[in-house]
């Protein structure tokens, strides 16, 4: 395979990336056949798939507006994928030019183009890390630079968690971040899971074809969900289905709305 000018020269393009595979969902261009192929062979089984990818984004969106609303201006994306439409800094900075963003990510290619893209951007920074590690991601240059701890920071952690197994402690990750944050700080999860009913099958076949190829999710509860939000205060409506967190339509009330494979919420420490 031909390697694009924009991809880092030591990626495999044979080996589908969790960034790479979202980002096709998504309908982006920084994806390789092999990602297209796992991307196509999932959304095959569970067509609904792209709309789920989709409520997630709308999520973050919907959280960097109301925490703009809330006096926040400093925001630490973590997992944040390759650069779509609407993204942290341009919510952002078109409500004030000086709000400040650091996006982390573990993929080459989402750094690569992130950094590309931002070139110039002197309020935003990008870092190459595994969200995994709390001391390496915050003692890093690029958040140091950019984010006053002393100060609220709005800490995002949009479609990621599920892919931390309970073996490598999710909860204690989210604690690592959550004690170096200000009072007035802010939290926000979105997470793949379901409460009470079956898996449907189609998703549960879709899930075993992504855990084969590109890597295993751990689907969680409200109990476990809320869970990961110790020394928060819950922001209303608490831990609800993705699209019922303060809804822009009656979208989130709607049948797929109350069926939707993912639950989010934001929280406050006090």
Known sequence: MERPNWAPGDIDLERPSIARVYDHWLGGAHNFAADRAVAEKVLRTMPELRAVVLGHRAFLRRVVRHLLGRGVRQFLDLGSGIPTVGNVHEIAQAADPGARVVYVDLDPVAVAHSRSLLEGNGHVGVLQADVRDPLGVLSSPEVGKQLDFDEPVAVLMISLLHFVPDEEDPWGVVGGYRDRLAPG???????????????????????????RNVTPMTLRGRAELTRLFEGFDLVEPGVVRVPAWHPESCDGDGEFGGRFPGFAAVGRKA
Do not use: T
């Open 185 to 211: 700080s802010f939290l926000a999860i979105s997470h793949a899971g379901y409460e009470g009913e079956e898996e449907p099958e189609s998703f549960r076949e879709a899930r075993r074809i992504y855990d």
